[in-house]
């Protein structure tokens, strides 16, 4: 298990950014997947992206592909999730969350995968 601590929520306009970070730390952080949930009101939560701690692995749910992208910085246990071009569906509270990885098979982005959560971070869109 890692522990986990996101932020940089906010209310933004329609076509804004935001980019939020995730700090991780944990004796096991080399050995994970980081990765991105949100939850909308009165919906469950989603898949947004994830990627491994070290190597090139990554994934992210096709529909957000050209707004949102994932980063991490290792030297600050942080990774990233840039949101642009920001529409009023986007408004969620957005979590980062921790996989334990899987020898010789792909990120997946099944909920009961991860065993790490943030407290979440909320993003408002307005239009």
């Known amino acids: 298990q890692v522990q986990l601590v996101e932020s940089g929520g906010g209310l933004v306009q329609a076509g804004g950014s935001l980019r939020l970070p995730c700090a991780a730390s944990?004796?096991?952080?080399?050995?994970?997947?980081i990765g991105w949930f949100r939850q909308a009101p009165g919906k469950e939560r989603e898949f947004v992206a994830a990627?491994?701690?070290?190597?090139?692995?990554?994934d992210f749910e096709d529909s957000l592909k050209g707004r949102f992208t994932i980063s991490r910085h290792n030297a600050k246990n942080t990774v990233y999730l840039q949101m642009n071009d920001l529409k009023p569906e986007d408004t969620a509270v957005y979590y980062c969350?921790?996989?334990?990885?899987?020898?010789?098979?792909?990120?997946?982005?099944?909920?009961?995968?991860?065993?790490?959560w943030g407290q979440g971070t909320q993003v408002t869109v307005s239009s």
């Open positions: 990627l491994k701690w070290s190597g090139s692995n990554s």
């Open positions: 944990g004796r096991t952080l080399s050995n994970y997947a």
């Open positions: 969350a921790g996989q334990p990885s899987r020898v010789g098979l792909p990120i997946s982005r099944f909920e009961n995968w991860f065993d790490s």
